[in-house]
């Protein structure tokens, strides 16, 4: 018995062993490399060994969201903000709020009165100012940097403006409004637009018009995030690289905010399940997807001068936002490790430089 509890203990003990080296360490001179949280993940276990073990940089996935932080108008939930702001302070590893304004998963209260009208420009405002001065207040000096407007651009058009409730109602300076109450409530805070499709030249074109307004006008902002949900196919290295000279020409820090890799063709609509779609991984994928994160890595390096961060949107194909989106019923696997927690071919390609 005494040789089999041996072997036993040996056993556990080597399954939470750290590797040596993690994400973080092989890019510590290039750039902080981060992951999405929910809470779950940061309480003890195996989440939270291989986040300390690869990761510098964390971004709580839903938590610090509008709706999820502020279901009613005189009533804050923070308890799961807090349980990932905690366990970020314990392990030292710095934290990305998200996100100040967007217009998903903004609770209704927000745009209507008692009686169900909806309100003025005034009275938006100051919900605006008030809810994102007592978010960037709590956080105060634990969050360096926030996505304090998210996809305030439509994906197609030629409007610089999605016709959002806090566009129709307040108008297109509810943006320079949201960036003001943030950098007022934290200065010392790196304050960034946050969006995705910006490697498609008329988003690009329109998200670079919507920055350069906002620098020209004084506003405080400091970056801009570029959300990166890519996929096996796209994009091309040209199409990346023109989004990271654009925007840095404004003078602005790039992070890559939420980066995934589908092994499908790109959609960005949800759509009806069809009978041609499966949920598979396939050696051919495995091969697609390593090739095409080292190719993003390879810029990001090469570009490491304009770049101030990178983070995963969700931390191993165990779970992931894109299962079941935009196809309900089909599962992606989008990320460095697989279901285990194990490193993909991906994975190694991104460290191998």
């Given at each position: ?95 990305r709020g998200h996100t100040l ?149 404004l003078g602005l820090k790039i ?28 050696a051919e994928m495995n091969d ?66």
């Amino acid at each position: 018995m005494r040789t089999v509890s041996s072997y036993v203990l040996i056993a556990i003990t080597v399954a939470f062993v750290a590797p040596e080296k993690g994400l973080k360490d092989y890019y510590k001179n290039y750039f902080p490399i981060g992951v999405a949280v929910n809470p779950r993940m940061v309480q003890p276990g195996s989440d939270a060994e291989l986040i300390k073990a690869q990761f510098n940089s964390m971004t709580p996935e839903n938590a610090m969201k509008m709706g999820p932080i502020h279901p009613k108008e005189n009533r804050y939930y923070w308890k799961d903000a807090d349980a990932i702001a905690d366990f970020a302070k314990q392990n030292t590893i710095k934290l990305r709020g998200h996100t100040l304004c967007w217009h998903n998963q903004t609770p209704s209260w927000f745009f209507t009165d008692s009686a169900g009208k909806t309100v003025s420009r005034d009275v938006l405002l100051a919900r605006l100012k008030r809810h994102i001065t007592d978010v960037v207040s709590r956080y105060k000096g634990r969050i360096y940097a926030w996505d304090v407007v998210n996809e305030a651009v439509p994906d197609t058009g030629k409007s610089i403006y999605r016709k959002s409730k806090f566009y129709e109602i307040i108008g297109e300076d509810y943006i320079e409004k949201a960036f003001q109450y943030a950098h007022e409530a934290d200065p010392s805070a790196q304050l960034f637009y946050n969006d995705y499709n910006t490697e498609t030249s008329s988003k690009r074109d329109r998200i670079y018009q919507l920055l350069k307004k906002l620098k020209d006008k004084g506003v405080p902002i400091n970056g801009v995030g570029l959300q990166a949900h890519w996929s096996i196919y796209e994009p091309s290295a040209q199409e990346l690289e023109e989004s990271i000279n654009k925007f840095a020409s404004l003078g602005l820090k790039i992070q890559f905010t939420e980066v995934d890799m589908s092994v499908y063709p790109k959609e960005h609509e949800r759509r009806a399940h069809r009978e041609t779609d499966k949920s598979e991984f396939t050696a051919e994928m495995n091969d697609k997807q390593a090739a095409q994160y080292k190719m993003v890595f390879d810029l990001f390096r090469k570009h490491r001068d304009k770049i101030t961060g990178v983070t995963f949107w969700n931390l191993t194909d165990n779970y992931s936002w894109l299962d079941n989106f935009p196809v309900p019923g089909r599962k992606d696997y989008p990320l460095l490790f697989d279901q285990n927690g194990q490193p993909k071919k991906a994975y190694e390609n991104v460290v191998k430089f």
